[in-house]
């Protein structure tokens, strides 16, 4: 599966500055970030290991909402990663721009993930990756 995800990732295409982006199609926003984070050198086994803390969260303190609220919320976690796009210079410094992290582009960008990593990230691994934070081991 992080096979699959590395792959989901180089194969998203240029990447964009912030500020191109914001007037997207929301496919185009989702690809953006993707290609954002290869370029920021994540990795798929990254997006797994999102995509299982957001569903051993939501399975321990109990389901906020529907399949779509854990699946924004993976696109959430996703896109801070590398979401901004800075300009440095020696005149003015550093100048930040964030995209928003809104709009059906996050259902788009949580589906592209959850459905590949959501294959492992399945209820018994959720249940164990519980018993590890329970019992405070790390692996």
Same mark, same amino acid.
């Given at each position: 599966?992080?096979?699959?995800?590395?792959?989901? *990732?180089? +194969?998203? +295409?240029? #990447?964009? #500055?912030?500020?191109?982006?914001?007037?997207?199609?929301? @496919? @185009?926003?989702?690809?953006?970030?993707?290609?954002? *984070?290869? @370029?920021? +050198?994540k990795t798929g086994g990254r997006l797994l290991l999102i995509t299982l803390t957001i569903k051993a969260t939501q399975k321990a303190i109990g389901p906020r909402a529907n399949m779509e609220f854990q699946r924004v919320q993976i696109a959430k976690m996703a896109h801070r990663l590398a979401s901004g796009t800075h300009i440095r210079s020696t005149i003015y410094g550093t100048q930040s721009k964030y995209p928003r992290a809104e709009g059906n582009f996050m259902r788009i960008l949580g589906n592209l993930i959850e459905d590949i990593a959501g294959i492992v990230a399945d209820s018994d691994a959720v249940d164990e990756v519980l018993e590890l934070a329970g019992t405070g081991r790390r692996t």
């Open positions: 599966m992080v096979a699959s995800l590395d792959a989901l *990732l180089q +194969g998203s +295409g240029l #990447t964009a #500055t912030a500020k191109a982006s914001r007037w997207k199609v929301p @496919e @185009e926003k989702a690809r953006i970030v993707l290609a954002r *984070l290869r @370029e920021a +050198g």
